[in-house]
Nanobody
Framework: QVQVVESGGGLVQPGGSLRLSCVAS????????VAWFRQAPGKERERISC?????????DYADSVKGRFTISRDNAKNTVYLQMNSLKPEDTAAYYC??????????????????WGQGTQVTVSS
C-alpha cells in the first residue's frame, strides 16, 4: 500500500538540467529522511543526496554532485525533488528515491530502508 515513485528522468545533453520527483502514497514524507541513490552498470550504488525529516531540515550530498544537485521538499505535494544541474556523462544512471521509518541520513542506515522507488533513468549524452 505504500508506494514511492520517481519520475523526471530522460535524455539530456551535457551541461543540461533535469528535475527528478519522488512522490509517496500511503505515508507522509515529511516524517522521514529521504535519500536519492543512483546506480550505473559496472558501478556500485551510491547515495547522492539525503534530506532529513522536515523538523531537522538537514541535507547532504555526495562529493560527486556537490554544487550541482539540490534536494528539496514540497510537503504540500508529499514530494521530494532532486534538481540536477550541469549534468555530466558520468551522471548517467538509474536514479532511485528511498525512505523508511528507521532510515536516517547520518550513519550506515541504508539496510533500514523499507521503501524504494522503481527508478528513473537519466542519460547524459556525450
Amino acid at each position: 500500500q505504500v508506494q514511492v515513485v520517481e519520475s523526471g528522468g530522460g535524455l539530456v545533453q551535457p551541461g543540461g538540467s533535469l528535475r527528478l520527483s519522488c512522490v509517496a502514497s500511503g505515508l507522509a514524507l515529511n516524517y522521514y529522511a529521504v535519500a536519492w541513490f543512483r546506480q550505473a552498470p559496472g558501478k556500485e550504488r551510491e547515495r547522492i543526496s539525503c534530506i532529513s525529516k522536515k523538523s531537522s531540515g538537514l541535507t547532504d550530498y555526495a562529493d560527486s554532485v556537490k554544487g550541482r544537485f539540490t534536494i528539496s521538499r514540497d510537503n504540500a505535494k508529499n514530494t521530494v525533488y532532486l534538481q540536477m544541474n550541469s549534468l555530466k556523462p558520468e551522471d548517467t544512471a538509474a536514479y532511485y528515491c528511498a525512505t523508511g521509518p528507521q532510515y536516517y541520513c547520518s550513519g550506515n542506515t541504508t539496510p533500514r530502508i523499507e521503501y524504494w522507488g522503481q527508478g528513473t533513468q537519466v542519460t547524459v549524452s556525450s
